[in-house]
């Protein structure tokens, strides 16, 4: 069946991809850019011998090496798919041995603290153009990648000032190419924006779930057995990789903050009506939060159909 990504290029977009990390992130760009030809050759590495001999096994790029600073060796376009946590020293490692008018950039979903991490050791004859493709699911590792992960969905640019602006464009033809809408964004604003359409309720179906488990009046067997739609789909979300989260929060830690701030005081808010009675406000409140669900459908990013027994990357 058709895929939507259309057919490869004619012309592969840069000559020498190098993926550093080979997760869910990383072995779908490889995918894509096997399928679409938006690279003529593939360079991946992963800090895990066990990743490495899979990403050997399934074939996902053209060498695979051990060390990052071997991997970018005359690579044109850099993309670093590693933990937010491990970026910089990724980066120092390898400044030194990037291609002068390389393309440098990054999957993750913070984007101040990578720049803060990344810029200081890259040389200044490459291009750092930090991106966040947003998309994933709660799998993880080299068979959880698919070539229309990144499809339909936002790549988000967020490129320091006075990054040369031909580099921005030709990776923003970069994602296109692999499906994706692109958005630019000033990384600051970014950050906010991602902790309250992400982070924050990633941060709340982690607290759910952990108070589902801490319950001494409902066994553990019960909250499994009698899982709602909703708690089930807070688990999918719970069950995304630990140590990404991790990072994530550690390093959009005021953006997060000032974020889970307004949700309390709209927590509280909620609490006085339910306490009160208040059957209108509660009325109220759920229409304009259902008008949200009905925008995300109309946007594309997500169907009206149900979601359970859905497998892994159908929309």
């Not at 990054?106 to 990578?114: R, T």
């Amino acid at each position: 069946m058709p895929d939507g990504l259309g057919a490869p290029l004619n012309e592969p977009l840069f000559q020498r991809l190098a993926l550093i990390g080979m997760g869910l992130i990383g072995s779908s760009l490889a995918r894509v850019c096997r399928r679409k030809g938006l690279a003529r050759e593939i360079i991946a590495t992963d800090s895990s011998s066990a990743v490495r001999a899979r990403v050997t096994e399934l074939a996902l790029a053209d060498h695979i090496v051990a060390a990052a600073a071997a991997a970018v060796e005359a690579a044109d376009l850099v993309i670093l798919c590693a933990p937010v946590g491990v970026m910089g020293a990724i980066a120092r490692e390898i400044g030194p041995h990037l291609l002068p008018g390389a393309i440098v950039s990054d999957v993750g979903s913070v984007k101040a603290s990578i720049i803060k991490a990344v810029a200081p050791h890259l040389p200044a004859m490459v291009h750092f153009v930090p991106s966040h493709p947003v998309a994933g699911t709660e799998q993880s590792g080299p068979e959880a990648g698919f070539p229309t992960l990144f499809f339909n969905r936002w790549s988000i640019l967020t490129p320091p000032e006075g990054t040369n602006p031909k580099a921005v464009a030709k990776l923003a033809s970069f994602w296109t190419g692999a499906g994706a809408y692109v958005e630019i964004m000033q990384p600051a604003h970014h950050d906010l924006v991602l902790a309250i359409t992400s982070h924050v309720p990633h941060l709340i179906a982690y607290n759910i779930v952990g108070t589902a488990a801490d319950l001494e009046e409902v066994t553990r067997s019960e909250v499994i057995k009698f899982s709602a739609g909703g708690f089930r789909d807070f688990t999918r979300i719970a069950a995304s990789d630990p140590t990404m989260w991790r990072d994530i929060f550690l390093n959009n830690k005021e953006a997060v903050l000032e974020m889970l701030g307004r949700f309390n005081e709209d927590l509280s808010a909620l609490q006085r009506m339910i306490r009160n009675g208040d059957a209108e406000g509660l009325f109220d409140l759920f229409t304009r939060t259902r008008a949200i669900r009905r925008g995300i459908i109309e946007q594309g990013q997500e169907t009206a159909a149900p979601d359970f027994g859905r497998r892994a990357g159908e929309t």
